[in-house]
C-alpha cells in the first residue's frame, strides 16, 4: 500500500488559480485526481500513468486544469486555473500499481474511482466570491 499526502487546498476567488500537490511514499504506476461534493459520488478530474502515456481529463475541467508529474519526488501535482464555484469540493489524490482502464462512456479511461487501490486524506478547495 502507498501513502499519499496532498497538500495546496484553500479559499479562492472565482478565476482564481490553484496548484494541488501530492506525495507518494512509494513508486506507482498511475496517479488521479478525484474530487467529491457532500451527497454526490467522488468523480474522476484528472489522472496519469507516471510512465507516460495518455493523461485523462474529465470534460468539466478540461482546458482549465493540468495533471503533472515528479517522478523523482513521487509527485503528482493538479494546476487549476479559471476556477469556479462549481469547482469546490474536497479533492482526493489516488494512486495504484495496476491501473486497469475502465471503459466508460464509450472509451477507456484512467478517471474511475474503482481502479485506483490509494487514496490521500483530501484538500478542501473553496470557490467563492
Known amino acids: 500500500q502507498v501513502q499519499l499526502v496532498e497538500s495546496g487546498g484553500g479559499s479562492v476567488q472565482p478565476g482564481d488559480s490553484l496548484i494541488l500537490s501530492c506525495v507518494a511514499s512509494?513508486?506507482?504506476?498511475?496517479m488521479g485526481w478525484f474530487r467529491q461534493v457532500p451527497g454526490k459520488e467522488r468523480e474522476g478530474g484528472a489522472a496519469?500513468?507516471?510512465?507516460?502515456?495518455?493523461?485523462y481529463y474529465a470534460d468539466s475541467v478540461k482546458g482549465r486544469f493540468t495533471i503533472s508529474l515528479d517522478n523523482a519526488l513521487n509527485k503528482v501535482f493538479l494546476q487549476m486555473n479559471s476556477l469556479k464555484p462549481d469547482d469546490t469540493a474536497m479533492y482526493y489524490c489516488?494512486?495504484?500499481?495496476?491501473?486497469?482502464?475502465?471503459?466508460?462512456?464509450?472509451?477507456?479511461?484512467?478517471?474511475?474511482?474503482?481502479?485506483?487501490?490509494?487514496w490521500g486524506q483530501g484538500t478542501q478547495v473553496t470557490v467563492s466570491s
Open positions: 512509494g513508486h506507482t504506476y498511475c
Open positions: 496519469i500513468f507516471t510512465l507516460g502515456g495518455n493523461i
Open positions: 489516488a494512486a495504484d500499481r495496476s491501473c486497469q482502464l475502465r471503459f466508460q462512456n464509450g472509451t477507456w479511461s484512467l478517471l474511475n474511482r474503482t481502479i485506483f487501490a490509494d
